[in-house]
């Protein structure tokens, strides 16, 4: 089964990682048009919402070389307006539409921008929509669905924080997270600010060049990449590990030369390479600790996802921690402040 898994996070890995590509980040304002999953980047608040009817003028390619389709930097929508599926609703918001007869007319049909879920087990509610995950809203609380094989919980929601959904050979239970030092299996059952490898807790960028490493917080100098032959090549394979090294950019011409690193991005007005992701810099770090220790501290959802519909100002984590939350994604998430 480890193997099993371990096989999965490392085709996972190369799927995500396009080594030595380049990337060129355009900045879009307002109202012009761009691509969708392209690299344009709208202004702060914006999106790319696609463009009904593409012009055979207007096009361009990835750098798979598939086409993309284009579209227009707008508002993301705000609660009560209408929207569709393909479209974005303002942060911490969702699309919903009404019942569809068929799976594909809920890309036609009209919705409207709603409150998305943010309530934890346990919390205060008023009906099952507030409630995250699989929760109930059950005499005014979140409370976890009921089970017909009789399971404590079956998603890390179902638990109190602090805790995470144990999946055992009889019964599910939610169980204490698991401290740095103790062991633990690569998942959801270590406690924030850590990670788990080679079955044990360990602190985040604690390991040190040469290391083995999977993910870029592993590292001290968050550069998590294959081994560098003679040559100045990788050393692409599926069997090879990555490593904790030193991160080197490239001061040429990155247009013409690309970037020598992974999570590198090609900066379009100064033609330099940039670290779309410098979570490895003292600040980003010192920021990854604050936003981790206001989770812990207001007992607030210790894995939550910060894409648009989890930022919900009633959740817990932008209720307590959203200072925390901002100067994390300013530190160290690049493309939340590279276009203004």
């Not at 919402?49 to 086409?67: A, I, L, V």
């Not at 009921?146 to 995470?164: I, L, V």
């Not at 040559?231 to 247009?255: A, H, L, T, V």
Request: proline fraction near 4%.
């Amino acid at each position: 089964m480890k193997l099993l898994m371990s096989l999965i996070l490392t085709i996972t890995l190369l799927s995500t990682i396009n080594v030595n590509a380049t990337e060129t980040w355009r900045c879009i304002k307002s109202g012009q048009g761009c691509f969708i999953e392209g690299d344009d980047i709208c202004p702060k608040g914006e999106y790319c919402n696609p463009n009904q009817e593409t012009s055979k003028n207007d096009s361009s390619t990835s750098r798979t070389g598939n086409p993309l389709p284009s579209g227009t930097c707008l508002p993301l929508i705000k609660e009560g307006q209408p929207c569709y599926l393909y479209q974005r609703c303002d942060f911490g918001l969702h699309c919903k539409i009404p019942p569809t007869q068929f799976p594909g007319d809920q890309y036609s049909v009209e919705g409207i921008c709603v409150s998305s879920k943010f309530l934890m087990v346990g919390e205060n509610c008023s009906n099952d929509s507030e409630c995250l995950g699989r929760l109930e809203c059950k005499n005014q609380k979140c409370t976890p669905q009921d089970s017909e094989y009789g399971y404590e919980c079956y998603m890390d929601e179902d638990c109190p924080s602090g805790n995470f959904c144990y999946w055992g050979s009889n019964k599910n239970l939610c169980k204490p997270l698991n401290k740095i030092g103790s062991n633990c299996t690569y998942g959801n059952d270590f406690t924030l600010g850590s990670i788990c490898r080679n079955n044990k807790c360990i602190e985040k960028f604690s390991l040190k060049n040469g290391e083995i490493c999977l993910e870029r917080e592993d590292c001290e100098s968050y550069t998590c990449d294959y081994n560098l032959l003679e040559n100045g090549d990788r050393n692409i394979s599926i069997f090879n590990n990555y490593y904790c090294q030193k991160k080197e950019f490239n001061s040429n011409d990155c247009k013409k030369d690309g970037c020598k690193n992974n999570g590198e991005i090609c900066d379009f007005n100064s033609n330099k390479c940039l670290d779309s992701y410098p979570i490895g810099s003292e600040k980003c770090k010192s920021a990854t600790k604050l936003r981790d220790y206001c989770f812990i501290k207001n007992k607030c959802p210790l894995r939550t996802n910060f894409n648009v519909e989890q930022r919900n100002k009633k959740s817990c984590n932008i209720k307590y921690c959203e200072f925390e939350i901002n100067n994390y994604l300013e530190n160290c998430i690049l493309e939340s402040t590279y276009c203004k």
